[in-house]
RNA sequence: CGCGGAGUAGAGCAGUGGUAGCUCGUCAGGCUCAUAACCUGAAGGUCGCAGGUUCGAUCCCUGCCUCCGCAACCA
């Protein structure tokens, strides 16, 4: 397979909010690897990003936050295209389908495809809100479920019995968000046949994308197999793209139709910006010598290898992917990752709370990409990565290879004398390096590319542990340079090989070695640094991260998870009905706390003493480990009930019950009164 | 319900119809140039469960269990 060219696009994030280490995980690192690599080989590429700011959800943002959906947009995209910069994603371009240019593109080419009779009109009858002018989706609509008749369930599922549901079978449905009821109204739209391209779709990915990934491959499979529907490509909303259709008011282009035609318009923008440099965007698209690489998540497989082929089969002057390497999902600390629950690790805070590491993060994501299936992203695994990976193989030969040459050498390159048969061997085994990363990133495996990189740097530690510079040095220095020689032709390579994974440490290592270039091709090469050059100034390429980070970040992980378990708590069923005379018979006392202790060898006992106005009693309650320090319920007026028999636990006798609530962790409140009564004083 | 992906050493992950691998962790030894880093070696697995095909299955087939996605502000 040969190309001239090649045009790399990373999935529009939405500008919903930040950017976490899942999207960085799942897409933006591997593109960028990718990226990188191919132009440190001199290949013409260009990667294209941008986000995406229409559709359905930044609207219900903007109106829970008061403010303007445009306010919305632009905040977030500046937070992410600021994250993405600081990470050192290098795209050519990252736009925004709200862009003049994007919004004339997308009705353009919506228009073509309409003037080509490309698309299917159909109308139906849908759920509409008279007070707000709105058509709601599926999952805005809320009603009685015609199954189990539980209130609340969704327009698609009832959440208690779990059935599949259509908004039409709802009894008595209303909007999710504002409580309307509402009518039905009968809207047009026009489709996209999907079914009419099902054959083609076919032989083009089962039998000519074989290589695809198994993920990928599979996903398509299961939809092609199952048959394809005509898809809707327009929507009622008042926040997109107008379907430039004479009598389509108040329609917009669906945002999964107009948002990978972002990919195009922002080629577009950059061509148009800089033609001298990029030429036109029709060469990037539309000349067959062109090989198109969407980097996605596995929930877009769908779109980017069905819906977006067939939007630019419709139109027929376009060329197609030639791969999507689709990652699956990176977990945080055993639970998905999830915007609404706040739990991620958030690109922007990273960045704060982790100054000038950028690389660490890009090398753990890398090291533990979920490039077959999910994974988890813990804490101590980026510690350990960092301390005993970064900085105690790589980091830790390059200072070996730099203080050594610095001692006895002055900081020059000695010369490279006589090589040994151990030399020889040493070479031996990473003179191949070149074709073996090419191997892994020719086909997207840079989680084992990485591996390769960092087995360099254990080359050189070993090849430094067996030589024993230190030692030779004082009986035959020729050879010390020669070794030394060797070493830091080792960190030159080291240099490059990383380039792609962890461009600022790359950098930095160069400017210690006062390397100027960087080139593929002098990658295995032991020449890289001729002899006498002087190097730079040594410091460290990385440095330890100590427990008081790591803690500080799974504290606020483990506060995150505390208000969401608040947040989603929700009362427990009232019992079975009683009667007043039943509550008579419990005599409920107050009393205040005198003492009150742990219970020696319990795990869950307290110990009070309390005065109940009759002479004092003791009562034994099980809720130590809702109260570390006992001590604060002295002095405090409690409930209790008072006629319950004695009964001893752990040998002591407990003389009643302590009543306390249960709180939605599951810890024990003690209850009190509100005002100070007398001791002893009944309650009813 | 269905469809797709996944389940392998304490942890995180590769892999293959024929002796099960990598990184980290653990343990032992070596070294001391180096950010107490580095090097060598060892222990540690009925490859989710149950059947089947095969001379032989972790791999292929069937069934089941669990997790994730398709499908709620998600890459």
């Not at 559709?55 to 295209?81: C, F, S, W």
């Not at 542990?465 to 020729?478: C, F, H, R, V």
């Not at 099980?622 to 008072?642: D, R």
Request: a negative charge; proline letters at 5%; aromatic letters at 10%.
């Amino acid at each position: 397979m040969s190309y001239k060219r090649t045009l790399i696009t990373s999935a529009l994030p939405y500008a919903n909010g930040p950017v976490h280490i899942g999207h960085l995980a799942g897409v933006y690192i591997p593109a960028d690897i990718y990226t990188r690599y191919l132009r440190l080989k001199g290949e013409k590429v260009i990667h294209v990003g941008g986000s995406d700011e229409h559709g359905v959800p930044v609207t219900i943002r903007a109106r829970k936050e008061g403010i303007t959906v445009q306010q919305v947009v632009d905040r977030y995209h500046n937070l992410i295209k600021d994250s993405f910069e600081k990470f050192g994603i290098s795209f050519d371009i990252y736009s925004r389908t709200t862009s003049s240019i994007h919004h004339k593109f997308a009705s353009d080419f919506f228009r073509h495809l309409y003037d080509n009779n490309k698309f299917i009109e159909q109308t139906t009858e849908q759920f509409y809100d008279e007070e707000t002018n709105e058509f709601l989706t599926d999952r805005n609509i809320r009603g009685e479920c015609p199954y189990c008749h539980s209130q609340g369930a969704y327009g698609d599922q009832c959440e208690k019995c779990g059935r599949t549901l259509s908004p039409d079978e709802l009894i008595n449905p209303y909007n999710a968000i504002n409580g309307n009821s509402l009518t039905k109204k009968s809207t047009s739209h026009w489709y996209l046949p999907l079914d009419q391209y099902q054959e083609w779709l076919q032989k083009w990915i089962l039998e000519e994308h074989k290589e695809w990934r198994p993920n990928v491959y599979g996903q398509c499979k299961s939809w092609l197999d199952g048959g394809l529907k005509p898809r809707a490509v327009t929507r009622d909303l008042d926040w997109g793209i107008p379907v430039p259709v004479e009598g389509a008011e108040g329609k917009v282009l669906y945002v999964w139709f107009d948002a990978p035609i972002g990919y195009i318009s922002n080629t577009k923008e950059l061509c148009d910006a800089q033609p001298e440099k990029y030429g036109k965007w029709e060469t990037w698209w539309k000349d067959p010598d062109t090989r198109l690489i969407h980097f996605i998540g596995k929930d877009n497989i769908v779109f980017h290898c069905i819906v977006f082929p067939s939007m630019l089969k419709a139109d027929g002057s376009y060329i197609l992917p030639d791969n999507v390497p689709s990652n699956e999902f990176l977990n945080l600390e055993g639970d998905k990752i999830s915007t609404s629950r706040n739990w991620a690790v958030w690109l922007n805070e990273y960045l704060e709370d982790f100054p000038g590491k950028q690389d660490v993060l890009r090398y753990v994501l890398t090291a533990n990409a979920p490039e077959t299936k999910d994974n988890d992203f813990t804490w101590s695994d980026f510690q350990a990565r960092n301390n005993n990976e970064l900085v105690a193989i790589y980091g830790n030969f390059i200072n070996r290879a730099l203080v050594l040459t610095n001692k006895y050498f002055n900081g020059q390159v000695p010369a490279q004398g006589t090589l040994t048969d151990y030399d020889k061997q040493t070479i031996e085994e990473f003179v191949n390096i070149k074709t073996q990363l090419e191997d892994l990133l020719n086909n997207f495996h840079f989680r084992d590319a990485q591996k390769e990189a960092m087995n360099l740097a254990r080359i050189g530690n070993k090849y430094l542990a067996e030589t024993e510079p230190w030692k030779l040095a004082k009986t035959d220095l020729q050879r010390t340079g020669t070794i030394l020689n060797l070493s830091l032709q080792i960190a030159a390579n080291l240099s490059i090989a990383f380039e792609p994974f962890l461009p600022f440490s790359s950098a930095k290592l160069r400017k210690m070695l006062l390397m100027d270039d960087v080139k593929w091709d002098r990658l295995g090469a032991i020449d890289i640094l001729p002899q006498e050059h002087t190097l730079g100034t040594a410091e460290l390429l990385f440095e330890k991260i100590e427990d008081a980070a790591i803690q500080a970040q799974l504290d606020r992980l483990a506060r995150i998870k505390k208000e969401n378990q608040l947040a989603a708590w929700q009362a427990p069923e009232i019992k079975k009905p009683t009667t007043i005379d039943e509550f008579d018979k419990m005599d409920i006392r107050v009393g205040t706390v005198l003492e009150c202790q742990k219970v020696k060898k319990s795990d869950k006992l307290l110990q009070f003493k309390i005065d109940d106005g009759m002479g004092g009693r003791t009562i034994l309650s099980g809720i130590a480990q809702s109260y570390p320090n006992p001590e604060e319920l002295v002095g405090k007026q409690i409930l209790f009930i008072a006629n319950f028999p004695p009964r001893k636990m752990m040998g002591i006798e407990s003389q009643g019950m302590i009543l306390s609530a249960v709180n939605a962790d599951n810890k024990l409140v003690v209850t009190t009164v509100s005002n100070k009564v007398q001791n002893g004083a009944q309650v009813g």
